[in-house]
């Protein structure tokens, strides 16, 4: 035999050997519930012998691809047991029923595998290890994200996310299931975000984003977006009582008052009332109530009808200067005017609606519309402007908000033997109609002394998006491309003559991500993507349509990794890149343009499941920010934050007991352009204990645990105080929560 025979018929052989081993390898489908039949989404299913992975779609149903005889098949959900599903010849014959058992969350259950919003998933069980006690609090549960209270607690938090000082929002697109939050064209400036109208009790959990990557977020996606989801449906109802210092009341109730066939509904309400650590009471109340039916037709269709409606009213010490303190003028908790403070409410109805158009198609269908009101009066310069009535402004709009959005969605489309293609497109639009946006000098919240502002916004933002996921082999691509139109108009009501300009711009948002799976343990990623600056129709107007919307360029390059079952670990390098940062200051009513800034930045995170009953996570991250159009040494971004760090443990079902210990660090950080001026650090430790007794569980909760003095939110102002005959600029500050001790009881039944 010459050596040409021996090579065909060896070719031959190989060929053969293929051609079996191609007809044995099959798709292997079926369908994932719980222990009560209940469908389950997004549990995770990897073949551990060919590396193919996959999840449950909306219906609970799966399909893996390239699976053979012996193949070991892992299902893994947050809550339940991995369950390991050994391929035998018949279950290519029928759809595979699986059952997973329900168990305490637990690092063991998490699977790394490629899903462009993995570390939600991980993050997820720091969520239900250490339940949150307000609903702005879960944004800490975002890596790198802080956040600090600055006006009496009724006003929306100021947000620290990748270098940016994103105020109350601008820079952060954040939902509740899908519902915007972020209020364009605010009174009190752009992206304004209030989550008081979420009762933290009914959040489920949270998906969230760093980064300008995802087809499906437009307006305010900058530095990430952050969606809270709610529970559709409770297991049994729930009441709390909670008493501590400072005068502090609060009250929640759960209530389940439907459990019929395919029908859940419930009811929560939450009273919070209190007066604060400051001299002069914050007379603090908020009032929430939330109503939430669900229907789930398994397989055919999902309907989830959500009303809510939240009012809060509250007395503020507002920022005060360092000198007033250092010249014993006022105590850290005291006020130079303590007259400031405001009122607001919202009123929300939801629908969420999925149809099932086959085995693996959906339409999604979302439509919210929102009734909301807000009035804030603040001091920030004291007798700056007006050295006899002193500088108190009002900030007051009216708003109607109503949007929808229709996705269609096909998964599981095989393109060859071992490559699965996905794809979504959706159209929606969003209107914002806000009447009497105003801005005034007042004198004691009575007296309107001038109108600095005055007018209506009619804001209205329509968007579609095609999303694109294919999976072949350990690589996923994940192509998407996002269309926004934006029209603008404003109406000037302090012109004698009809004032009324409009804009209207375009903008297109392509995005790239890339991701390999080593194995089911180890994801490495790259992302990249062309998103916009978010920006203000009184902005736009008045600049007669220039810089609209300022293109942003991001890139992340990252790992998350499991080394072993109860240890998570990931890293990323990331970019972002602005072609001009502006932001439009309600309380002045002027526009602060900031030139193009670059921002670099690291990210360092861990979780270790130490026991059972024992969590560990630290998640730590560093931050270059600079504008890119200023000399070295007057180029910083005021109050960008440069490095923080946030950990804690958890204690679980030990004895009946549960609890958390947690920190967060801010370090110093320039909060002018110089650096002159620096705004301090802080590192603030909390701690929240529990213990179970049958159906009662009594807590104790404490904040600022080693009664640390702190600055919880810092400016670099220039103020003039009553006494004085010349303005300082420097460090006004809202003082931290001192130790802080509360009680809690609860009851289920």
Known sequence: ????????????????????????AQSLKGKVTDNNGVALENVGIFNQTSGQHSHTNLSGSFSLPSTQVNDSVYFSNLGFKTFVLVVEPKHFNENVQIALEESSINLDQVEVISKVDAMSRIV???????????????????????????????????????????????????????????????????GYADLHFVIPETINNINFGKGLYYAD????????????????????????????????????????????????????????????????????????????????????????????????????????????VDQNLIGRFGAIDDTEGGQTSRTNVMLNHTKFLGEDQFLKTRAFISKYDFELFSNFTFFLEDPVNGDQIRQYEDRTIMGAETVFEQINITVREDDIFTYSAGVGFRNDNVDDVTLEHTLNRKTVLEQYAFGDVDETNMYGFVDAEYKTGNWTFNPSVRLDYFNFDYENKLSELYDNKSESKAKVSPKLNTLYSVNRNWQLFLKTGLGF???????????????????????????IIKPTDKLVLNATLWGLLLDQEF????????????????????????????????YLYSDVN????RSTEETSGEDY?????????????????????????????????????????????????????????????????????????????????????????????????TPGTPFYLRGKVSVRF
């Open 533 to 559: 600056h978010s920006n203000d129709t009184r902005v736009v107007t008045a600049n007669e349509g220039r810089d609209v919307l300022p293109n942003a360029y991001g890139v992340d390059l990252g790992t």
């Open 1 to 24: 035999m010459n050596s040409s025979s021996r090579v065909f018929k060896l070719f031959n052989l190989i060929l053969f050997f293929s051609i079996i081993t191609s007809a044995s």
């Open 124 to 190: 997820n069980i720091d969520i239900q290890n250490d339940p949150v006690k307000s609903s702005q609090e879960i944004l800490r549960k975002v890596p790198g994200l802080l956040i600090g209270q600055h006006a009496g607690g009724g006003k929306a938090e100021q947000i620290f996310l990748r270098g940016f000082d994103i105020d109350h929002g601008t820079d952060v697109a954040i939902s509740v299931d899908g519902m915007p939050v972020n209020m364009v064209s605010h009174a009190h400036g752009q």
């Open 637 to 733: 971004i005021p109050l960008a934050p440069d490095f923080t760090a946030v950990g804690g443990l958890s204690i679980t079902d030990l004895d009946n007991f549960s609890g958390n210990l947690n920190y967060r660090y801010l370090g110093d950080r320039a909060a002018n352009e110089d650096n002159s001026i620096v705004a301090e650090g802080y590192f603030v430790t909390d701690l929240n204990l529990n213990y179970n007794i049958k159906n009662w569980t009594v807590g104790v909760i404490v904040e600022n645990l080693f009664d640390t003095e702190w600055n919880e939110t810092q400016f670099a102002t220039e103020s003039r105080l009553f006494n004085e005959t010349a303005s300082v600029e420097e460090i006004h500050f």
């Open 583 to 614: 932001v439009y200051v309600g309380d002045a009513g002027i526009v602060e343009p900031s030139g193009k800034t670059r921002r670099l930045g690291l990210e360092l995170g861990g979780r270790y499941q130490v026991l059972n009953w024992l």
């Open 622 to 625: 560093y931050t270059y920010a």
């Open 217 to 324: 977020q437009g307006n305010f996606n900058t530095a990430g977006y952050v969606d809270l989801s709610l529970k559709k449906s409770i297991d049994e109802s729930m009441v709390s009582y909670e008493a501590g210092q400072f005068n502090t009341n609060r009250f929640v109730g759960l209530f389940k008052v439907l459990e019929e066939g395919k029908s859940d509904a419930y009811l929560a309400s939450e009273i919070y009332l209190t007066d604060g650590p400051f001299d002069s009471p914050q007379n603090f109340n908020r009032i929430n109530v939330l109503g939430r039916y669900n229907y789930r037709d398994i397989g055919k269709e999902e309907l989830t009808l959500t009303a809510s409606h939240f009012q809060s009213k509250w007395d503020a010490s507002g920022q005060i200067p360092q000198r007033a």
